[in-house]
């Protein structure tokens, strides 16, 4: 996946993304390598440590939000409530 296409995806800009990322890098979850036919494009790839702890990672984001008392309907309408609201500044620009 390029930035690009994760950046829409999570609604973030590349400017968001890439301190993100290459603090990711740098944990050893992710790689960045650029494209061979256009080295404007910047693809990620997971590191087998991050394939690795797929379940772990699952396991911490859920007891996140748990921690917030959210159930499983309370949880999609927040998120439901964030990407309308990102929607709506995207189309205000």
Known sequence: ?????????LGLGTGTLTPLLKRMEAAGWLT??????DERRVIIDLTE?????????????SDCISQLN???????????AV??????????E
């Open 49 to 61: 440590y991050a394939k690795q702890n797929q379940a772990a990672i699952l396991t911490a984001t």
């Open 70 to 80: 959210f159930n499983l309907t309370d949880y999609k309408n927040a998120m439901a």
């Open 1 to 9: 996946m390029t930035i690009n296409q994760l950046g829409e995806k």
């Open 83 to 92: 990407t309308d609201i990102q929607q709506r500044l995207t189309q205000a």
């Open 32 to 37: 960045r390598t650029r494209s061979k036919q």
